[in-house]
């Protein structure tokens, strides 16, 4: 706080001590004027008249320039300089590397042990995956699915940040580790492509065997067997994939470039995980489930394909699902082939789902597997095949026609738009 000097008292005048005269000169005047009415005169000689006193110096009057000058204030403390705004942290990758307590959370929990199959998937037969778009383009999040490289296309729509890969079969789950090598060594997708051509198979087993060194020599050699197995099916099958269109517009994770280097940063970053899996098992869901909780991200894409057709809602399975965080625009991605149903393209129907409805249904025992679910659907009402799109379907109260959600949501991300 500032000191100020006390105001001069300029606008008093100045007190002047009045002068006093002596008792003694108004006796004496009184005296004289006594005798001189008598006719007395004064006694010989010369009379000394003793002169009236003077009188006194009035006291100097105090002006302005007498008053002692004020004290100056001390000067003011220079006001305090205000900290700097911190730097806002920049947004998180969500993409980026896992930390080591991220990675550890991620690949927590056992897979289920799997039985040998008849049948090895190592390509499928889905077409139409693009009916799916309006409902999964730039969620994020978790992605869980089954089958073999049409998760890719929808991974990378989803923009999905964290993804299990399930299969019942061995050959699906050692498949996908080979994806992982040969895609993190190929640029672009046609490179990729190559990989899988018969001109380039010793470059390709000589990286399979680098990436796989750590491995005993069992697994090494069961991976090694299961690239020259399926390379010729699986590079007959890319080449219709990487010309996959849509009215022109590219539609699969390889036809479109950017979806393709959404996969391959996610296999760079560690973020695939691929593991046996049985849905209605009692380790791999609910490991999957558990990882997701931990890590905070919800699930946003369940992709079952068809698998549903083969078993009923056992007691785990409705466990299984019911484990799995969701938020509202989660959904739930299957596969229909049924002759009573429209298909999307030759063989196969594909439904859409909220994950909060189907967990709320499962809940109900009358829906024992999922054609009966289908069958209580549509007597409530809520099982819409009239969607405006050959062959899509939606199950659940709450889910808009893909014309109307084009016309509600914003611009999506540039590689999920770009893939019609």
């Known amino acids: 706080m500032r000191m100020q000097a006390a105001p001069a008292n300029d606008d008093l005048p100045a007190r002047s001590a009045a002068p006093r005269r002596a008792p003694l000169l108004s006796w004496a005047l009184a005296s004289a004027v006594g005798l001189a009415s008598l006719g007395l005169g004064a006694c010989a000689g010369t009379t000394q008249k003793t002169p009236a006193p003077a009188?006194?110096?009035?006291?100097?009057?105090?002006t302005v320039s007498d008053a002692p000058a004020p004290t100056p204030a001390p000067p003011a403390d220079p006001e305090p300089e205000s900290e700097p705004e911190p730097e806002p942290e920049p947004p998180k990758d969500p993409y980026a590397p896992l930390d080591d307590a991220q990675?550890?959370?991620?690949?927590?929990?056992?897979?289920d042990v799997l039985t040998p199959t008849p049948i090895h998937y190592v390509k499928s037969n889905e077409i139409r995956h693009d009916v799916w778009f309006p409902y999964i383009a730039g969620h994020g999040g978790a992605y869980i699915g089954v089958g073999s490289d049409q998760n890719y296309t929808l991974i990378a729509t989803a923009r999905s940040e964290l993804v299990f890969l399930l299969d019942i079969d061995i050959n699906v789950v050692r498949l996908h580790r080979i994806y992982e090598v040969l895609i993190e060594a190929s640029a672009d997708p046609e490179t990729l492509l190559q990989r899988w051509h018969e001109d380039s198979k010793d470059e390709s087993i000589a990286l399979i065997e680098k990436a796989f060194a750590?491995?005993?020599?069992?697994?090494?050699?069961?991976?090694?067997?299961?690239?020259?197995?399926?390379?010729?099916?699986?590079?007959?099958?890319?080449?219709?994939?990487?010309?996959?269109?849509?009215?022109?517009?590219?539609?699969?994770?390889l036809s479109n470039p950017e979806l393709y280097a959404h996969i391959r940063t996610l296999y760079q970053n560690d973020r695939i995980r691929a593991m046996g899996g049985?849905?209605?098992?009692?380790?791999?869901?609910?490991?999957?489930?558990?990882?997701?909780?931990?890590?905070?991200?919800?699930?946003?894409?369940?992709?079952?394909?068809?698998?549903?057709?083969?078993?009923?809602?056992?007691?785990q399975y409705r466990e299984n699902i019911r484990t799995?965080?969701?938020?509202?625009?989660?959904?739930?991605?299957?596969?229909?082939?049924?002759?009573?149903?429209?298909?999307?393209?030759?063989?196969?129907?594909?439904?859409?789902?909220?994950?909060?409805?189907?967990?709320?249904?499962?809940?109900?025992?009358?829906?024992?597997?999922?054609?009966?679910?289908?069958?209580?659907?549509?007597?409530?009402?809520?099982?819409?095949?009239?969607?405006?799109?050959?062959g899509l379907s939606l199950l659940g109260p709450d889910l808009a026609h893909p014309d109307a959600l084009a016309k509600s949501q914003p611009a999506a991300a540039p590689d999920a738009a770009s893939s019609g």
């Open 55 to 62: 009188d006194p110096e009035p006291a100097p009057v105090a």
């Open 103 to 111: 990675r550890a959370l991620f690949l927590a929990g056992e897979a």
């Open 214 to 253: 750590g491995l005993d020599e069992p697994e090494r050699k069961r991976l090694i067997r299961q690239y020259k197995a399926s390379r010729e099916t699986v590079y007959r099958h890319l080449k219709i994939v990487i010309r996959r269109k849509r009215d022109g517009v590219a539609t699969s994770w």
């Open 278 to 315: 049985d849905l209605t098992g009692g380790s791999s869901l609910m490991a999957v489930g558990a990882a997701v909780k931990a890590l905070e991200i919800p699930v946003k894409v369940l992709y079952l394909s068809n698998a549903e057709e083969y078993f009923k809602y056992v007691p």
């Open 324 to 390: 799995l965080p969701f938020e509202d625009n989660s959904v739930v991605l299957r596969t229909i082939y049924s002759k009573e149903w429209v298909h999307a393209d030759n063989l196969w129907g594909y439904q859409v789902q909220r994950l909060a409805d189907f967990q709320a249904r499962l809940e109900d025992a009358k829906n024992r597997s999922r054609n009966s679910m289908f069958r209580f659907a549509e007597k409530d009402r809520v099982l819409d095949k009239d969607t405006g799109v050959k």
